[in-house]
């Protein structure tokens, strides 16, 4: 099993920042692909940004390309999501997910094996 807490959302104004971290226990992390994915009200899960096990490559939907960042430190158990210029309409919950040895990194929320439980981010206009 793997644990993943994420922790960084709240509430922010139109075109602010803010970083969201997934701290992940329970296995060897480096094992994982991660990735964030969102739901905002009334809507489905949509994935956000992806990367690959090594930190080598990233991925993201192109709503968010330019804006914000994934990243991942392998020796502390933690991937993160810098997320700047922000929305009204990039506010949702926001979820960490981990899927063991990838091949290759999924934008498929079905391919996740853990999930955290989400935290949310509001942009207000």
């Known amino acids: 099993q793997v644990q993943l807490v994420e922790s960084g959302g709240g509430l922010v104004q139109a075109g602010g920042s803010l970083r969201l971290s997934c701290v992940a226990s329970?296995?060897?992390?480096?094992?994982?692909?991660m990735a964030w994915f969102r739901r905002a009200p009334g809507k489905e899960r949509e994935f956000v940004a992806a990367?690959?096990?090594?930190?080598?490559?990233?991925y993201y939907a192109n709503s968010v390309k330019g804006r914000f960042a994934i990243s991942r430190d392998n020796a502390k158990n933690t991937v993160y999501l810098q997320m700047n210029s922000l929305k009204p309409e990039d506010t949702a919950a926001y979820y960490c997910?981990?899927?063991?040895?990838?091949?290759?990194?999924?934008?498929?929320?079905?391919?996740?094996?853990?999930w955290g439980q989400g935290i949310q981010v509001t942009v207000s206009s």
């Open positions: 990367i690959t096990r090594t930190g080598s490559s990233t």
């Open positions: 997910a981990a899927d063991y040895l990838p091949t290759p990194i999924s934008e498929n929320a079905r391919d996740y094996d853990y």
């Open positions: 329970g296995r060897t992390f480096s094992n994982y692909g």
